[in-house]
């Protein structure tokens, strides 16, 4: 897959970078190698890149001063940082000195790939905030665009929400926007200025987010060759973020449960009590209430993350902010072109249509128009839209003039863009904005052929 990003692996071990490098070229990047500090610098001075890939330990010119030069030279540039001590202090601060994130060595390549498209997002929404300015309705701490009435209400919820250290559970369907949420809660709190931590625990197996979540020990697993910090050790005293909580399996709802009650975990392999004082935000598309009742998820867990629950609204509760999303999608993703526009039957079929993918949908549907289009001008051809999907009376109702139910339309917008890609799951996850675990997981819920 052609992603177009530009890597930097900077690493005295030229074996890890050549087989690095393949993986990574793979995966459609575009990648680069150095082997000190000082090439790194100069590197950087005379190309442009997406992301950094830094160690530490390095003969000469350490990844400390490079990561230094770069926070102070090129702020847009993620930094991921490699290291064999990622369970000493000085790997933290790399975290407040700039860098995304860190990995220690030796690593899954899942997992950094995993890191390296958090990072790739968290740059995306960066840019996109510096591009919007403020005729977007967008505010300096808030990277959410909107002037609805219900997105206006659920900010000004969303910010006394802040004000307060209770953990907070936010629903909403899927590409609502619940990490910008999250990240605007965590932006208005006491603790903003502490780490913001987010994990999506749809993304990883159970035992990869226990590691991720706590930590382990060395030798806890045959790869584990040196201790390793958890995100709610990295997170002390700021904000953890669990997306999609209702995927998390009823084996470590439990240690989850026990951290949430007085702060203490133990990591894997380990036998000590260790303690963490983070603020959780847990996000999900589930009613968890219903999960809990079958079982499926732990009511004291439950209990204890929706000490506030906020309700995302859907995109098609925001009609008037449809456009306003549309148009500065189209700012973004034309970058130094010239911006396209939307003819005004294009603006007509945009605030008709349901959106099922809510606003991520949205952000699919203008990047695919831009390459559709002829010209300057989109026409709904260019859209691509499913003429079924559109919305008007007679398609919310069904043959005996009651309202179809809102599983009824996802399970057939599932099933036409599966049969529009062919059943090719990657194509069809990465056009609805979900994870391909998601889509599988509706496929089997609607069973699906």
């Known amino acids: 897959m052609l992603r177009n990003h530009r890597i930097l692996i900077v690493d005295d071990d030229e074996t890890l970078c050549y087989l690095l490098k393949e993986e990574l070229i793979d995966e459609g990047f575009i990648v680069d190698i150095v082997y000190d500090g ?13 992301l950094l890939l830094l160690d530490l ?28 001590k990622a369970g ?51 505010t300096k701490t808030s990277k959410i665009i909107g002037k609805s009435k219900p997105i206006s209400r659920i900010l000004e919820l969303a910010e006394k929400a802040a004000k307060s ?7 909403g ?29 749809a993304s990883l197996p159970d035992q990869l987010i226990e ?28 904000t953890l973020f669990l997306d999609e909580i209702g995927e998390m399996s009823l084996a470590l709802q439990p240690k989850l449960l026990r951290f949430l009650e007085n702060g203490e975990f133990r990591r894997v392999g380990g036998i000590n009590n260790l303690s963490s004082n983070v603020r959780i935000i847990a996000a999900t598309n589930r009613n968890l209430f219903e999960e ?11 209990f204890r993350l929706n000490v506030i629950t906020l309700s995302i609204p859907p995109l098609r509760d925001r009609g008037e902010d449809i456009l306003l999303l549309a148009e500065y999608f189209l700012k973004i993703k034309s970058g130094s072109n010239q911006v396209k526009v939307l003819a005004e039957e294009t603006k007509d079929a945009l605030k008709a249509y349901a959106y099922p993918g809510n606003v991520r949908e949205l952000h699919h549907i203008i990047e695919r128009a831009l390459i559709f289009a002829d010209g300057n001008v989109i026409r709904p051809k260019d859209l691509n839209l499913p003429d079924h999907f559109v919305e008007s009376k007679e398609e919310h109702l069904d043959d005996s003039g009651e309202l179809i139910s809102l599983d009824d339309m996802e399970k057939d917008h599932i099933k036409f863009a599966l049969d529009h890609f062919n059943w090719n799951r990657d194509n069809t996850a990465r056009a609805l904005g979900i994870s391909q675990k998601t889509l599988y997981s509706k496929i089997k819920k609607y069973n699906l052929k």
């Open 292 to 302: 809990s009742d079958r079982k499926k998820f732990r009511r004291d867990l439950l």
């Open 57 to 84: 330990e390095m003969k000469e010119t350490s990844g400390e001063d490079v990561l230094a030069y770069v926070t102070e030279n090129v702020s847009d540039l993620q930094v991921i940082v490699l290291t064999a």
């Open 173 to 201: 369907e899927t590409g609502t926007g619940k990490e910008l949420f999250s990240e605007f809660i965590h932006a208005h709190s006491q603790r903003s200025d502490k780490p913001f931590v987010a994990i999506n625990c």
């Open 88 to 138: 000493t202090r000085t790997a933290i601060e790399c975290i407040k000195n700039g860098a995304f994130d860190f990995i220690s060595k030796p690593y899954e390549f899942g997992q950094l790939l995993n890191t390296i498209e958090r990072a790739l997002d968290h740059q995306q929404v960066v840019a996109d905030n510096r591009v919007l300015g403020s005729e977007t309705g967008q």
């Open 165 to 171: 250290n209770s953990n907070i559970l936010l629903e």
């Open 38 to 50: 000082n090439a790194a610098v100069e590197k950087l001075k005379g190309s442009s890149y997406h």
């Open 211 to 238: 590691s991720e979540l706590f930590g382990y020990e060395k030798g806890a697993f045959t790869d584990a060759k040196n201790s390793k910090q958890g995100l709610v050790e990295i997170a002390n005293g700021g």
